[in-house]
């Protein structure tokens, strides 16, 4: 049978590792991290950390890695593909036709505030904000309903958020969604010594904690350019408190 693909369209710092991870503890499906990564670095000519390592180690032909991987072979009912939304680069989007698409967001001042310690200068295309909205639009003139996610909802009620995001996928809400055992996993991309440190101590979603720190003075710019997207995205986002029926007998059995 042809299995569900779903690519998630996040930004970075957007709690997506985790989110992966979650997916992962799931019998039925298989993962895969960032796919397009090279060729973004390639096409881009972007300098992020650890970038000659990504290009030696991946497909760097955007078209192949949707024909062999994202469009490809997969020995499980579900495949859950961590993309970036800014990786999007000269390409063809024609394959998003055969994809569900998921959009994952994050309050821009809390994902620059973490941005910044590995892309101290980002621009907006490194936020990925534009080309999520502009994803958003894009599926709906197809006629998908992509959910959006916001990263503070999924932390304040990670089983609230995951039964409704299953329930809009039409898959079943699996509680082994919530824990995942410290460390690193094998479909982590090479990249992740660069970007994975917290989510590899962690073993379950962090509870959300509210930033007060000021964003960086030189960011503020591009912070404002970001909140209009990250406004009519977050418009329409899964909320916590929401109780599924699904979700409601999870909490009655807790």
Request: charged share 25%; proline share 7%; aromatic share 6%.
């Amino acid at each position: 049978m042809e299995p569900l693909r779903i690519c998630l369209w996040s930004g970075p710092r957007n709690v997506s590792t985790a989110l992966m991870y979650s997916f992962a503890q799931r019998a039925d499906t298989r993962v895969v991290d960032e796919p397009l990564y090279a060729h973004y670095l390639r096409v881009s000519g972007a300098d992020h950390p650890g970038r000659e390592e990504v290009l030696r180690a991946m497909e760097t032909d955007g078209e192949t890695v949707v024909r062999e991987v994202v469009l490809g072979p997969c020995d499980r009912p579900v495949l859950f593909m961590k993309q970036m939304a800014h990786h999007l680069v000269e390409l063809d989007r024609e394959f998003l036709e055969h994809t569900v698409n998921v959009l994952l967001i994050r309050d821009p001042a809390d994902m620059l505030r973490s941005l910044v310690n590995q892309l101290p200068r980002p621009r907006l295309r490194d936020t990925g904000m534009a080309v999520q909205h502009e994803l958003l639009e894009q599926l709906r003139s197809l006629g998908q309903d992509p959910p959006v996610i916001e990263a503070r909802e999924i932390l304040l009620d990670p089983p609230g958020v995951l039964a409704q995001l299953c329930e809009r996928l039409g898959i079943e809400f699996d509680e082994a969604m919530l824990r995942w055992t410290a460390g690193a996993r094998s479909e982590d991309g090479v990249w992740a010594p660069h970007w994975y440190h917290n989510v590899h101590r962690s073993s379950g979603f962090a509870p959300y904690r509210e930033k007060t720190e000021p964003v960086p003075q030189h960011l503020e710019p591009l912070l404002a350019r970001c909140r209009p997207h990250y406004d009519e995205l977050f418009r329409g986002a899964l909320r916590a408190g929401v109780v599924t029926e699904v979700q409601s007998s999870v909490r009655v059995r807790g």
